[in-house]
C-alpha cells in the first residue's frame, strides 16, 4: 500500500476531523499531494492540494476557510484539518500523489467522514 488515509469518523455537523495520509513512497517529497472526495451517489471531487515545494495550496470553493490542507515530508504524510463541517463534507476522502497538481498517479484507499446534522 502505497497512500494509507485515516482518521475519518462520525462528527456532529459545526465539528472538526483531521485526515492524515501516510505514504510508502520514497521520494514522496517530491510529490505534489492531493485529497479528494466522493459522496454517495456522487462523482468524486477535488478537495484540496498541496504542491511538493509547499508554496502553492488550492482549495475547492466549497471548503475555503474550513479546510487546511499540509504535509510534512519527515513523516511522508500529508494532512487535511477540517473545521466546521457540514452535513454535505460527507463522504469518503481519498488522498493522492502525483507530479502535478491537477494530476494523479498513485491513490490511496478512502477513508469515511460521516457528518450528521
Known amino acids: 500500500v502505497q497512500l494509507q488515509a485515516s482518521g475519518g469518523g462520525l462528527v456532529q455537523a459545526g465539528g472538526s476531523l483531521r485526515l492524515s495520509c501516510v505514504a510508502s513512497?520514497?521520494?514522496?517529497?517530491?510529490?505534489?499531494m492531493g485529497w479528494f472526495r466522493q459522496a454517495p451517489g456522487k462523482e468524486r471531487e477535488f478537495v484540496s492540494a498541496?504542491?511538493?515545494?509547499?508554496?502553492?495550496?488550492n482549495y475547492a470553493d466549497s471548503v475555503k476557510g474550513r479546510f487546511t490542507i499540509s504535509r510534512d515530508n519527515a513523516k511522508n504524510t500529508v494532512y487535511l484539518q477540517m473545521n466546521s463541517l457540514k452535513p454535505e463534507d460527507t463522504a469518503v476522502y481519498f488522498c493522492?500523489?502525483?507530479?502535478?497538481?491537477?494530476?494523479?498517479?498513485?491513490w490511496g484507499q478512502g477513508t469515511l467522514v460521516t457528518v450528521s446534522s
Open positions: 493522492a500523489a502525483g507530479y502535478d497538481l491537477k494530476k494523479y498517479e498513485i
Open positions: 513512497i520514497r521520494t514522496f517529497s517530491r510529490y505534489d
Open positions: 498541496i504542491s511538493w515545494r509547499v508554496d502553492t495550496t
